[in-house]
């Protein structure tokens, strides 16, 4: 699996989010927001991701799943997506991760998700 490193992944937002529905052992949901912009010359469709978040108590949850946001989205040289999700902790976390893909040929890429701070204070 080759790396896209034209595949540019910026998080634009970061908030924590009361309102949001929660678990009790889990009370703090925050809400991020993802751009993803294809600078590579390839068609890539997103297929699925893989978050890893490492709260500051040592717990490590990782999510995998297929898409984002219940979309596949398609990748055009120049192309970009948009999305919001989030994303529930017991205490302060980082997250990070990678989106897997696939290039119009069918060979299987991915790129890397930046790591970014849920701050409980």
């Known amino acids: 699996m080759r790396e896209i490193v034209e595949w540019k992944v910026e998080v634009i937002e970061v908030r924590y989010m009361p309102e949001l529905e929660a678990p009790a052992e889990k009370p703090f949901p925050f809400m991020y927001t993802i751009r993803i912009v294809n600078d590579s010359d390839e068609i ?27 979309e596949m989205p398609i990748f055009a040289s120049g192309g970009e ?3 919001n999700s989030y994303h529930v902790v017991a205490h302060s976390a980082t997250a990070q991760g990678a989106y897997f893909g696939e290039t119009d040929s069918g060979e299987p890429v991915f790129t890397r998700i930046p790591e970014f701070r849920l701050a409980v204070d």
């Open 44 to 70: 890539i469709t997103l297929r699925g991701r893989k978050w890893v978040v490492r709260e500051d108590s040592g717990e490590v949850i990782v999510v995998e799943g297929e898409g984002v946001v219940g």
């Open 81 to 83: 997506f948009s999305y």
